[in-house]
T-cell receptor, first 114, second 111 residues
Framework: ETGVTQTPRHLVMGMTNKKSLKCEQHLGHNAMYWYKQSAKKPLELMFVYNFKEQTENNSVPSRFSPECPNSSHLFLHLHTLQPEDSALYLC?????????????FGPGTRLTVT | GENVEQHPSTLSVQEGDSAVIKCTYSDSASNYFPWYKQELGKRPQLIIDIRSNVGEKKDQRIAVTLNKTAKHFSLHITETQPEDSAVYFCAAAGGYQKVTFGTGTKLQVIP
């Protein structure tokens, strides 16, 4: 698959587990994002990385820990989550082109916290 | 920070009719306004966008209008078809690191 890929596509975890979500972009973009999509807040920005540096943390609880080792890979480390964290987690990437910033989304990871 | 409001939250139209979705934003520094379409079970994808130096943009059956003075922009879909059924998100951006999305509109086109 080209573009933006995410693994795993589905994840079920208990509240005491530790897991990680992975995102990879094959587009040569320099910015990567994590979004949370739920019924309450359809597209909620969590984190932004620009050239591997975190530039935005949208008041996300510390039980979510992002990591961006390079411009092509982005991780979201999860620990001691709550049932309300169950949602679709979308990764996206972008590159500014003449004032437009199209977000290319991955397919998402459907997370269920039990 | 930026706040984007989107209305209506749900919209049903007969096939062939037009659909209009409206958004307002709060930050006058925002200069890029994209619209994304998310079909059921799929990822959001850009369908059209407009920059602040343009008042209207068209792409076949889709058009977007922008009123910077009033801080609102709209998506217009003409001659709707069943495959237009999806959730549509508007967004406002002042830079590619700060894209704020609206709450989405679920459009249903009735055959």
């Amino acid at each position: 698959e080209t573009g933006v890929t995410q693994t795993p596509r589905h994840l079920v975890m208990g509240m005491t587990n530790k897991k990680s979500l992975k995102c990879e972009q094959h587009l040569g973009h320099n910015a990567m994002y994590w979004y949370k999509q739920s019924a309450k807040k359809p597209l909620e920005l969590m984190f932004v990385y620009n050239f591997k540096e975190q530039t935005e943390n949208n008041s996300v609880p510390s039980r979510f820990s992002p990591e961006c080792p390079n411009s092509s890979h982005l991780f979201l480390h999860l620990h001691t989550l709550q049932p309300e964290d169950s949602a679709l987690y979308l990764c996206a990437s972008s590159q500014e082109v003449t004032g437009t910033y199209e977000q290319y989304f991955g397919p998402g990871t459907r997370l269920t916290v039990t | 920070g930026e706040n984007v409001e989107q209305h209506p939250s749900t919209l049903s139209v007969q096939e062939g009719d037009s659909a209009v979705i409206k958004c307002t934003y709060s930050d006058s520094a925002s200069n890029y306004f994209p619209w994304y379409k998310q079909e059921l079970g799929k990822r959001p994808q850009l369908i059209i966008d407009i920059r602040s130096n343009v008042g209207e943009k068209k792409d076949q059956r889709i058009a977007v209008t922008l009123n910077k003075t009033a801080k609102h922009f709209s998506l217009h879909i003409t001659e709707t078809q069943p495959e237009d059924s999806a959730v549509y998100f508007c967004a406002a951006a002042g830079g590619y690191q700060k894209v704020t999305f609206g709450t989405g509109t679920k459009l249903q086109v009735i055959p």
